[in-house]
C-alpha cells in the first residue's frame, strides 16, 4: 500500500492497457473518413507523424518526472516541486478540466454508435439544446453505462484494470482483424488523393492530434497504484504514446486502401464501411462499432481513474474540499471524487452534443496549459535539482524539454482566435473562463482555511 493509502496492484500490461485504452477512443471508427478526405491519405499519415512526435516529446517529460516522482496526482506532484503551491493548482486545474470532459462527452457519445446499429433507436425526444435534439433512448444509454462504469472504478483499482484490459483486447483484435483482411483485398487507386487543398487538409487534421492523444497522463496520476519499478513506468508512458500513433497511423492507411474517395465523402462511418468492403459482409461493419463501442468505454473508464485520482491529490492538499480524499474503506478507492464525476456523466446525456462538444474543445485547451507547465517543470527541475534520482533519465534533455515546452505552446496557439483551431466565441471561451474562475474560488478559500 502507498503512503497515500492506495493499493499498488497495476501489472504492467494493465498500466499499459490503461494509457492505450484512454488514447484511442471512438475517434478511430467514427472520424477516419473525415482525417482522409480533409487530408489526403499522405497528408493524414503526415499529420499523425508530425502529431504524434509532439506529443512524443511531450511524453517524454513526464516519463522522467513520474519515474522520479511516483506519486499520486502526477502533474500535481511534479509542479509543486518546480513552482510551489500556486503554480501545481493551475497546472493540475487545466488538466482536470480535461479529465471531467471526456468521460462526460463520452456519456453522450456512446448512444451515436447505437444509432449505426439500429438505426430506429432514437425514441422520446425530450428537447434541444443549441439545436441538438436530446432523446430519452439516447440519454437512458448514457445514463447506465455511467452507472456501470461508476461501479467498476469504486469496486477497485484492479477490478477496474481487468475490465480495461478486456474491453482494449477486444477493440484491438477487431482492427488487427481489420488490417489483416485489408492486406489481402486492397486497390491501390484508392491511395489518391494524396494531399487535399494543398496543405491546409494537413493542417486541419494536424489540429485535431492533441485532442487526440490526450490519456498517456493517467499514468502519472495513477502511479501510487502501480506495482513496478519506476523506469519501467516511463518506458510504459513512452511506448503507449508509440502504438497510439501507430494505430492511428495504420487504421487511417487501410481505410484509405479499401475505399475510394467517393465512397468515403458518402460513409457516416468509414472503418466500419471499410470493414464491410473488406470482409464482403454488413456483419463486420457492425463488429466494427462494436470495437468502436469498446474504445468509448476504455477511454471512459480511464478518465474516470485519471479525474478521480487529479480530484484525490488536489483534496489531500487542502486544494479542493477534503470530502474528495476519502478513500473507501474496502476498496480503497477516492470514491467520492469517483462518484463527483459519475454524477456530472449521469446528467450530460441530457444537454445535447452540442454543448458537449464545446466542453470538449475547451478541456483540450486547457490539458495543452497543463502540458506546457510539465515541459517547463522537467527545465526548471534539471536546474534546480540536478542530483534528483531520475531512474528514467532522457537524453538530450534540454533539447527534449525546450522543445516539448515549444510544442505546448505552438498547441495552445492553434486555439488562440488567430488560430485554424480557434475556441468558438463565446460558449467555448466562456467555458475556459468559467472553469478559471470556479478554480479561482477554491484556491482562495483553500489558502484561507490553510492560514486559520
Request: charged share 10%; hydrophobic share 55%.
Amino acid at each position: 500500500m502507498s503512503s497515500a493509502g492506495l493499493v499498488r496492484t497495476l501489472s504492467r500490461k494493465e498500466v499499459l492497457v490503461l494509457a492505450v485504452g484512454a488514447m484511442i477512443g471512438w475517434s478511430w471508427v467514427i472520424m477516419t473518413g473525415i482525417w482522409l478526405t480533409s487530408a489526403g491519405t499522405f497528408g493524414t499519415l503526415l499529420a499523425f507523424l508530425v502529431g504524434g512526435v509532439a506529443i512524443l516529446l511531450i511524453s517524454l517529460t513526464y516519463a522522467e518526472l513520474v519515474s522520479a516522482m511516483p506519486k499520486v496526482g502526477g502533474e500535481h506532484v511534479y509542479s509543486e516541486r518546480a513552482f510551489g503551491r500556486t503554480g501545481s493548482f493551475i497546472c493540475t486545474w487545466a488538466i482536470l478540466m480535461a479529465y471531467i470532459t471526456v468521460p462526460t462527452f463520452e456519456s453522450a457519445a456512446l448512444p451515436t454508435a447505437f444509432e449505426y446499429l439500429f438505426p430506429d433507436f432514437k425514441a422520446g425526444y425530450l428537447w434541444s439544446v443549441f439545436d441538438a435534439d436530446v432523446y430519452l433512448s439516447y440519454a437512458f444509454i448514457g445514463v447506465f453505462a455511467t452507472v456501470a462504469l461508476t461501479l467498476v472504478n469504486v469496486w477497485g483499482v484492479k477490478f477496474m484494470a481487468v475490465v480495461q484490459t478486456t474491453i482494449t483486447a477486444g477493440f484491438l483484435i477487431v482492427g488487427a482483424m481489420f488490417i489483416m483482411g485489408v492486406t489481402s483485398k486492397f486497390n491501390f487507386t484508392n491511395i489518391t488523393p494524396l494531399f487535399v487543398d494543398d496543405y491546409h487538409g494537413f493542417f486541419a487534421v494536424l489540429t485535431m492530434i492533441p485532442a487526440l492523444m490526450i490519456g498517456f497522463d493517467v499514468i502519472p496520476q495513477s502511479a501510487e497504484e502501480i506495482n513496478l519499478n519506476p523506469k519501467a513506468i516511463g518506458k510504459i508512458l513512452v511506448f503507449s504514446v508509440v502504438m497510439a500513433i501507430l494505430w492511428y497511423s495504420l487504421i487511417s492507411l487501410a481505410v484509405a486502401l479499401s475505399m475510394s474517395n467517393e465512397q468515403l465523402t458518402t460513409s457516416s462511418m468509414a472503418t466500419a464501411d471499410a470493414n464491410a468492403n473488406v470482409w464482403n459482409g454488413q456483419w463486420a461493419g457492425d463488429l466494427m462499432v462494436l470495437a468502436g463501442v469498446a474504445g468509448i468505454i476504455s477511454s471512459w473508464n480511464a478518465f474516470i481513474l485519471g479525474g478521480s485520482r487529479a480530484m484525490f491529490a488536489l483534496a489531500q492538499a487542502q486544494m479542493l474540499p477534503a470530502v474528495f480524499a476519502k478513500l473507501h474503506p474496502k476498496y480503497n478507492t477516492p470514491y467520492m471524487a469517483i462518484l463527483f464525476i459519475g454524477l456530472l456523466c449521469c446528467i450530460s446525456p441530457f444537454f445535447g452534443k452540442t454543448i458537449l462538444v464545446w466542453l470538449i474543445d475547451a478541456g483540450s485547451f486547457a490539458v495543452v496549459i497543463g502540458y506546457g507547465m510539465v515541459a517547463y517543470a522537467f527545465i526548471k527541475l534539471r536546474k534546480t535539482e540536478p542530483a534528483m534520482p531520475r531512474p528514467f533519465r532522457v537524453k538530450h534533455g534540454k533539447f527534449v524539454g525546450w522543445s516539448a515546452l515549444i510544442v505546448s505552446i505552438c498547441l495552445g496557439w492553434v486555439y488562440m482566435p488567430w488560430g485554424p483551431g480557434a475556441l468558438l466565441w463565446p460558449y467555448e471561451w466562456a467555458m475556459v473562463l468559467g472553469w478559471t474562475l470556479l478554480g479561482g474560488l477554491f484556491y482562495v478559500f483553500s489558502r484561507a482555511k490553510k492560514s486559520t
